[in-house]
């Protein structure tokens, strides 16, 4: 078929027993500036068993219709299922763009979908639009993080990409809106290969740093771990999360999870203090937008001012100290 023959916006709806991923959201708040160029309506493609409750928040987070396809055989997540299920569906209704989360489910989704569907797929997305030509485009950090590439699929639909967590602000959402539900019986059965057994929730241990209102991130600049550990006292004394670009993770001052960036985790903090990182695009695309970035490298022209609201052309040795002091005086008056 012709590529024009392919209409509509498609969101793969992630939930996990039961609920929503919040990468749904913000990928449906972004497929709105797609519809208001292309006027294509949004479609949110929702999988699982006993999920219908899960359509009104899809309608009121923007979504114009939502497509329910539930089977027992798509009550968790399982690759062979889920990936024969959305093929029926894609190949029925044949969108022209099909967005994912680029979680752990989409990553391992999605590329089965590119097979399937005999198309292309742009991973880790950080930006989707359309250029002067109206040709949609995926933005995702290349070589290693050193620049910005904008990656088309010219010919070949629907044309794919996963979206990195944390790009796009959630609309509000409007209580009580309307639209149009498809209910679609999918063919699928039990992969015989995988059994799941049980599941059970990450246990939580209070220092993740995705959720962290005030981040302290160190860099590469950092000389020791006992000035790392001034990192940690400077985030203890402001209710924050210590963090770090990949440098002191490559070493082992830190674990991965602490790791911000394009091969760690995306974060979007109140405030976040990046001590001695210059800012690679692989560090930015990971905390760029932080509601307030403030910024300490004795490097005048390091790209990490580029993006922050506050930065200080400074010894990290001198100010930090002088900042726990400072806060340790205020809290004891």
Same mark, same amino acid.
């Given at each position: 078929?012709?590529?024009?023959?392919?209409?509509?916006?498609?969101?793969?709806?992630?939930?996990?027993?039961?609920?929503?991923?919040?990468?749904?959201?913000?990928?449906?708040?972004?497929?709105?500036?797609?519809?208001?160029?292309?006027?294509?309506?949004?479609?949110?493609?929702?999988?699982?068993?006993?999920?219908?409750?899960?359509?009104?928040?899809?309608?009121?987070?923007?979504?114009?219709?939502?497509?329910?396809?539930?089977?027992?055989?798509?009550?968790?997540?399982?690759?062979?299922?889920?990936?024969?299920?959305?093929?029926?569906?894609?190949?029925?209704?044949?969108?022209?763009?099909?967005?994912?989360? *680029?979680?752990?489910?989409?990553?391992?989704?999605?590329?089965?979908?590119?097979?399937?569907?005999?198309?292309?797929?742009?991973?880790?997305?950080?930006?989707?639009?359309?250029?002067?030509?109206?040709?949609?485009?995926?933005?995702?950090? *290349?070589?290693?993080?050193?620049?910005?590439?904008?990656?088309?699929?010219?010919?070949?639909?629907?044309?794919?990409?996963?979206?990195?967590?944390?790009?796009? $602000?959630?609309?509000?959402?409007?209580?009580?809106?309307?639209?149009?539900?498809?209910?679609?019986?999918?063919?699928?059965?039990?992969?015989?290969?995988?059994?799941?057994?049980?599941?059970?929730?990450?246990?939580?241990?209070? $220092?993740?740093?995705?959720?962290?209102?005030?981040?302290?991130?160190?860099?590469?600049?950092?000389?020791?771990?006992?000035?790392?550990?001034?990192?940690?006292?400077?985030?203890?004394?402001?209710?924050?999360?210590?963090?770090?670009?990949?440098?002191?993770?490559?070493?082992?001052?830190?674990?991965?999870?602490?790791?911000?960036?394009?091969?760690?985790?995306?974060?979007?903090?109140?405030?976040?203090?990046?001590?001695?990182?210059?800012?690679?695009?692989?560090?930015?695309?990971?905390?760029?937008?932080?509601?307030?970035?403030?910024?300490?490298?004795?490097?005048?022209?390091?790209?990490?001012?580029?993006?922050?609201?506050?930065?200080?052309?400074?010894?990290?040795?001198?100010?930090?100290?002088?900042?726990?002091?400072?806060?340790?005086?205020?809290?004891?008056?």
């Amino acid at each position: 078929m012709a590529k024009e023959d392919y209409k509509g916006i498609w969101v793969f709806a992630e939930q996990q027993n039961g609920k929503l991923n919040n990468t749904v959201l913000e990928i449906l708040a972004k497929a709105q500036e797609l519809k208001a160029h292309t006027g294509e309506e949004i479609t949110a493609v929702l999988l699982g068993k006993d999920v219908s409750s899960l359509v009104q928040t899809l309608f009121e987070y923007g979504a114009d219709e939502v497509i329910l396809a539930e089977d027992p055989a798509l009550e968790q997540y399982s690759a062979r299922p889920y990936q024969e299920a959305l093929t029926q569906l894609a190949e029925k209704y044949k969108p022209s763009i099909l967005l994912y989360g *680029a979680t752990s489910l989409g990553r391992d989704l999605a590329p089965r979908m590119m097979i399937s569907l005999k198309t292309g797929l742009t991973a880790d997305a950080i930006d989707l639009g359309f250029d002067k030509d109206d040709v949609f485009y995926q933005t995702t950090p *290349a070589y290693g993080g050193s620049i910005l590439a904008h990656i088309v699929i010219l010919e070949k639909r629907p044309q794919m990409a996963t979206v990195r967590p944390m790009m796009f $602000d959630p609309m509000e959402p409007k209580t009580g809106a309307k639209g149009k539900l498809i209910t679609e019986k999918v063919n699928v059965k039990p992969d015989p290969d995988v059994e799941v057994l049980e599941t059970l929730p990450k246990e939580d241990t209070g $220092d993740a740093i995705e959720g962290a209102a005030v981040i302290v991130s160190g860099g590469r600049g950092i000389k020791s771990e006992e000035d790392l550990a001034q990192l940690k006292k400077l985030a203890d004394l402001l209710d924050g999360k210590l963090a770090s670009s990949r440098p002191l993770v490559d070493i082992g001052w830190l674990p991965h999870e602490k790791q911000i960036g394009q091969s760690g985790t995306t974060v979007k903090p109140k405030y976040i203090i990046n001590v001695g990182i210059s800012g690679s695009v692989q560090y930015q695309v990971g905390m760029q937008n932080s509601g307030c970035i403030i910024s300490i490298n004795h490097t005048k022209g390091a790209p990490i001012f580029d993006i922050s609201h506050y930065g200080a052309v400074a010894d990290y040795k001198t100010v930090i100290p002088a900042l726990i002091e400072e806060i340790e005086k205020r809290k004891a008056e």
